[in-house]
């Protein structure tokens, strides 16, 4: 767990506000925010409320309160993106929502959740453009013709990705834990 200097200066920054700014606009002295950030003193009850209004969060979500790690939601959540066998997209959509939901309430989800989509996104591109490749052939094939390529082997290539992904992704959830954060280190970064 950060603690309160650190996560104040992370959230003063994101709003790209200036310590001084800030303790103006608090109401506070720039020294009493300068303690709070660097060395970690506790403020007030009052000063804690102000700083927390003028960053526009909550004051749990400044304390660092409600935020907890929730291993078995980030195994479901990665277990979702296995609907892709039976919803197309599904893999994509559901960890989706799973994210958006609790993704102030549950400690490290969005690093989770990122690296699971990144990685469910670029399959779904990788597969979408093998199926691009073989339409193709398929359709200039014709029965009973000495072809090269049979029909079963082109069919083989999506077989095996979608065979990797279930794979990849179902080990994937039973991997998660502080010590395994990017399990997808072959994705592209489309979300960071």
Sequence with gaps: MKDLGSRLTEFRKAKGLSQETLAEDAGISLLTLQRIEKEGT??????????????????????????EINYNYIRGMHYSALTFIILPLGNIILPMIL???????????????????????????????????????????????????????????????TVI????????????????RNLFPLAIRFLK
């Design 99 to 161: 994210w958006v939901l609790k993704k102030d309430k549950i400690k490290e989800l969005s690093v989770y959740a990122r690296n699971l989509l990144n990685w469910q996104v670029t399959w779904t591109i990788l597969v979408f453009i093998t199926m691009m490749l073989i339409m193709p052939k398929m359709f200039s094939m014709r029965i009973g013709s000495d072809n090269f390529i049979s029909l079963d082997s082109l069919l083989l290539y999506p077989f095996v990705m």
């Design 42 to 67: 506790n403020p007030h009850g009052d000063t804690l409320k102000r700083l927390a209004e003028s960053l526009d969060v909550s004051m749990d979500e400044l304390l660092d309160h409600s935020l």
């Design 165 to 180: 992904n279930f794979i990849y992704t179902l080990v994937a959830g039973i991997f998660v834990s502080e010590r395994y």
